[in-house]
């Protein structure tokens, strides 16, 4: 194998690495983003006094 082509197929496998890099770092920031707005939608949602009283009658 020559030199020039020895150095194409490690810039390319650079590159393949780069891109799966990045990809990874989408999915984390997305993620991530969904958690945030998952853990609002559930403080939106409790309600602290639900619950607190129980009525009974016999």
Do not use: C, H, W
Not at 26 to 45: F, H, P, V, W
């Amino acid at each position: 194998m020559d030199i020039a082509a020895l150095s194409m197929s490690m810039s390319q496998s650079n590159l393949m690495q780069d891109v799966s890099i990045g990809v990874l770092k989408m999915a984390k920031d997305s993620a991530q983003q969904q958690g945030q707005m998952l853990t609002q939608m559930i403080e939106r949602s409790v309600t602290p006094n639900l619950g607190g009283n129980l009525d009974i009658r016999v």
